[in-house]
């Protein structure tokens, strides 16, 4: 008797349980692919992060040579940019990735912004 009825349940169950899974996966499909995006969004940021790093390094290295207002103009575009990146992606994250995304990044982004700012301007070398 057990058996008969934990079959009839079960056929129930699972027709429940299909019907609600699809249910799940027709509105959660927005929110896997919301999140996809996110997610290429951060590490797109993070490249940019890389990416002005590095600018910041050959900026450092090359003060006083011909190749320092390249380097110093390719710097501070990679910084803002970056900068602008962050900015934009605090507003479009929901609210707790947000939050975890500007205690994660805000400190290393003002360094390399004060970094930057440290900087002589390239007039201040051509003159």
């Known amino acids: 008797m057990t058996s008969f009825l934990s079959n009839k349940l079960f056929k129930k ?46 900026a450092i290295e090359s003060q006083g040579s011909i190749y320092y207002r390249g380097d110093f103009l390719a710097a501070s575009e990679a910084v803002h940019l970056c ?17 975890t995304f ?3 990044w805000s400190e290393p982004l003002f360094k390399l912004r004060s970094r930057l700012d440290s900087l002589p301007s390239p007039k201040d070398k051509d003159n």
């Open 102 to 104: 500007q205690l994660k």
């Open 13 to 58: 169950t699972k027709r429940n349980t299909k019907v609600l899974w699809l249910s799940f996966c027709k509105s959660s499909s927005y929110s896997f692919q919301e999140i996809s995006f996110q997610d290429k969004d951060i590490r797109a940021f993070e490249k940019s992060f890389q990416i002005a790093a590095d600018e910041m390094v050959y």
């Open 83 to 99: 900068i602008d990146q962050f900015h934009d992606l605090l507003h479009s994250l929901k609210p707790d990735k947000s939050h």
